[in-house]
């Protein structure tokens, strides 16, 4: 298909090619805009119908939107505007350059440029900075009738018209009411008996992730957004929140790997912003680590009377990296999810106890087996290795189960006790436990 | 609220208790009966209306639901499995066990029988798995007031009435329709002509993992699902989507952290379960890491003549571990998330060369300037610690960025070249470089 149209587009046969754009689906002709280079992404763009255009538009990336608004008149700058809803284009116009916000606004009538400022304002990862002002609001004194023939009328420009929203006159929101409910109704009810006034709402202030987290608890599909005055301002769709519990992940997934969190892309993102976000861990890692360097230090005799020993200190640094590491992220998961509460902590502590005690005799048979049979390491140092990765496979499962918790009880974001910062403690946990062990069963 | 529905539980004051619950929502009533004990939660759910019993059934855990089912008569069983929305039926059934399942499936028609066994059969993460079958269907040759009446009538049982769906006599899905689309047009206008043809659809063994990142890419709110035969055979709805999100998610923490991945919550998971998921992976990484070691004692006289070098082993090899792994935590999350292609390998490549140069400077820096003027090291161990830090700090970024990307070609997992297998990697590679150092700058 995509052949087709750069075949049509190369050989300027223009009327072809917009009757193949208007079969396709939006999203795929913006994924053929992204590909082709800019002059002709202006003509593919120009080619589309009005309608078609703005839905094409909210899917484009903001490189290749900025370049679409620098090649079109200010009368086509100004319908698309009116015609993206409220949240696509207060997503667009964040992200572009001061020139072209100008530009932008020049476009917009007088009230709406207010409401893009106030929008604008909302802080970032806010319910105000997802909502869309694009909602169908109903009155508790219409009847369905009313209602739906309100939705007939005014229906097309909203975001979702599934769930309508009855406000009294300052707005104040006193109950919502399902599309479904309003077909399968009687069509002379009154909307006052029918809606549902046990509302699950956010304020604009609150965070995305509280809101993701109540789309998830309530299967919801829109949330509606109400002011300090308790006003409705606006609703959130799940399209939305799809995007900000992907979010929320890449952001886990940054911390736990000891990283600032971001949602720039990856490709997207400056090389100075990438170095900028590691390096602070990186740093805090490093010099704990130089003291997990002393612990060696302290022991240098140790080592120098049994050489053999420095040979084992990689795996077993390692293998208590990884286990404590297996175990703070289940948990550190188990808290995100609320699947896990602060109250489960002697839960888990118990159920890592168990857990380690298995993991550990297994890896400490296997591992006596291999250096001791196989590798014909000598059987006290071999004794010393097993016992250190046993006590270091426990220690370090429970320690890894445990910090996530604490640093939830205590506020902190259980992300930061993943896998570098245990691994730090869990290392200098297992030197601190190989040479005592070595000096209690060699001798030394 | 909850305090007050405890204390009227325990005074056993029914009439008032059922008038506090029905205020409630579904998903809090749930919640307070999974904090109850057995015996009262029965007592609970027994005082809820019929269709309001359904719906918190749906939300209890498989516990909860089990207990239920235990405790109350076979008609009631009938009742809750009539009303139950089919996906929410497997789901529950799935978990149950085998004595419970047959007493459900004596309680319910044999052609539902039938169909439950049909879906029981399809493989877990398949988009069967997820579906439901109650979705509204449409004939073309109908109107649009013909179709309205046709959902009035049906609807209530849907899970979903928002999009319909076109078929025809042998059930193949000609189109869709959105109930926005019928509500806002012409009663007289026929299906046909205002239906959507292009639709976005999948089958019924195809992964979930597909099917949520078409939800993403299209904005869904449900999708259809054919059989081999192109027959519609159910529906998947976007509230069923999030939890698939969070749980491919949640896969992809457990592999990043060395584990199979599992989808039963860390709390309900039996110690042996949680102990097997976890050893395969240290096993493997133990006896790498011993390779790691063997590095170390071939290089016995360089640490035996100059012992502090060993003190600077755990610095090099973590902070080398937690740079590669920043690196390959950032391309696997980006290809998961499609932000990043095969086709990126040397964009990728060049990336992670600018940032880690970057980052490779300052903290070798700040690591002379600690151990050479505060540790008082000698100067050419400094030297030495330093450059190796360097060198080190670039091949794990170069190799944490890189991996993923050649595991994607070669159609593994990314995820599996995360932290653990990096970390391993790149400790090998940093003892090496870091005798090699000692040896040239010392000169032994």
């Known amino acids: 298909m995509n052949e087709r149209i750069l075949e049509l587009l190369k050989n300027k046969n223009y009327k072809e090619l917009r009757n193949e754009l208007i079969e396709l689906n939006e999203v795929n002709i913006a994924d053929i805009i992204e590909e082709v280079d800019t002059s002709e992404a202006v003509i593919l763009f120009r080619l589309l119908p009005k309608d078609m255009a703005v839905d094409v538009f909210s899917y484009l990336s903001n490189e290749q939107q900025m370049n679409i608004i620098n090649s079109i008149t200010d009368k086509e700058i100004e319908h698309i505007m009116n015609e993206l809803y409220f949240d696509d284009?207060?997503?667009?116009?964040?992200?572009?350059?001061?020139?072209?916000v100008k530009k932008i606004l020049k476009n917009t009538k007088e009230d709406e440029r207010a409401l893009i400022n106030q929008f604008l304002n909302y802080p970032d990862n806010?319910?105000?900075?997802?909502?869309?002002i694009e909602y169908v609001d109903l009155r508790k004194d219409m009847t369905v009738a009313e209602a739906i023939k309100h939705i007939k009328e005014t229906g097309i420009e909203k975001e979702t018209i599934y769930t309508c929203y009855v406000i009294d006159g300052s707005r104040k929101l006193e109950g919502?009411?399902?599309?479904?409910k309003l077909v399968t109704c009687d069509e002379d009810k009154k909307i006052e008996d029918i809606m549902n006034t046990d509302v699950i709402y956010v304020h604009t202030h609150d965070d995305q992730e509280m809101v993701a987290s109540l789309f998830k608890k309530y299967d919801l599909i829109a949330i509606p957004v109400l002011d300090k005055e308790e006003r409705l301002v606006g609703i959130i769709t799940i399209d939305d929140i799809v995007d900000v519990i992907e979010q929320e992940n890449t952001e886990d997934f940054q911390k736990m790997a000891g990283m600032e969190p971001t949602d720039i892309e990856y490709l997207d993102a400056s090389v100075f912003t990438l170095a900028k976000n590691r390096i602070a861990w990186l740093l805090i890692l490093?010099?704990?680590a130089t003291f997990t360097g002393r612990i060696i230090q302290r022991y240098e005799e140790v080592l120098q009377s049994v050489a053999i020993l420095a040979a084992f200190i990689p795996m077993l640094m390692d293998t208590g990296g990884n286990a404590g590491s297996q175990s703070s992220t289940l948990v550190i998961r188990g808290l995100a999810l609320e699947e896990i509460k602060t109250k489960d902590f002697f839960k888990v502590v118990f159920k890592e106890f168990k857990v380690s005690f298995i993991v550990g005799i297994v890896l400490s048979i296997v591992n006596f087996l291999r250096i001791y049979f196989i590798e014909k390491i000598n059987f006290k140092v071999s004794l010393t290795v097993t016992i250190t990765l046993f006590i270091t496979i426990m220690l370090a499962k429970i320690v890894g189960g445990v910090l996530p918790i604490i640093a939830r009880k205590f506020k902190l974001d259980p992300a930061i006790m993943a896998s570098p910062l245990i691994t730090t403690i869990v290392d200098a946990v297992a030197l601190i436990v190989y040479f005592t062990c070595a000096t209690i069963i060699l001798g030394i």
């Open 286 to 288: 490093m010099i704990s």
């Open 176 to 180: 919502i009411i399902s599309l479904r």
């Open 89 to 100: 284009m207060i997503d667009f116009i964040e992200e572009m350059p001061a020139y072209v």
């Open 126 to 132: 806010s319910a105000g900075s997802l909502m869309t």
